[in-house]
C-alpha cells in the first residue's frame, strides 16, 4: 500500500528558508515519477516541481525556478522540496505525489493522472 507523509511545512517570514519532507512506504520511490504540488486558498492545484521516472530530469514552475530545489533519498526512500527565499505567494498546502507509469518531469507536474497523494502540510509566507 503507497503511503506517503509530508512534514516541515510551517510559518515563516518572507526571505526565509523551509525543507519539505515526504517519507514514503509500501513501495520503492526510486521507480515512480515524484513531485510536489501546492494548493493556495481560492485557487487551483498547481506543479512546483517534479522528477521524471524516465530520465531522472527535473522541472519547475517558472514562478519557483531560481529558489526551489527537488531532490530525493534513496536510502530514506524520501522525497525533499528545499524552499529559500520565499515570498508570500508562496504560501498554500504543500502535497507530494507519485506516479508508477512512465512519466516526463512536466508531464507529471501539470497532469499528474493516477497518482498517489500524501494528506499535505502547511506553508505559510508573511510577516
Known amino acids: 500500500q503507497v503511503q506517503l507523509v509530508e512534514s516541515g511545512g510551517g510559518l515563516v517570514q518572507p526571505g526565509g528558508s523551509l525543507r519539505l519532507s515526504c517519507a514514503a512506504s509500501?513501495?520503492?520511490?526510486?521507480?515512480?515519477?515524484i513531485g510536489w504540488f501546492r494548493q493556495a486558498p481560492g485557487k487551483e492545484r498547481e506543479g512546483v516541481s517534479c522528477?521524471?521516472?524516465?530520465?531522472?530530469?527535473?522541472y519547475y514552475a517558472d514562478s519557483v525556478k531560481g529558489r526551489f530545489t527537488i531532490s530525493r533519498d534513496n536510502t530514506k526512500n524520501t522525497l525533499y522540496l528545499q524552499m529559500n527565499s520565499l515570498k508570500p505567494e508562496d504560501t498554500g498546502v504543500y502535497y507530494c505525489?507519485?506516479?508508477?507509469?512512465?512519466?516526463?518531469?512536466?508531464?507529471?507536474?501539470?497532469?499528474?493522472?493516477?497518482?498517489?497523494w500524501g494528506q499535505g502540510t502547511q506553508v505559510t509566507v508573511s510577516s
Open positions: 505525489a507519485v506516479r508508477q507509469a512512465i512519466t516526463t518531469a512536466q508531464a507529471m507536474c501539470v497532469k499528474p493522472q493516477f497518482a498517489s
Open positions: 509500501g513501495f520503492t520511490l526510486d521507480y515512480y515519477a
Open positions: 522528477i521524471s521516472n524516465s530520465d531522472g530530469s527535473t
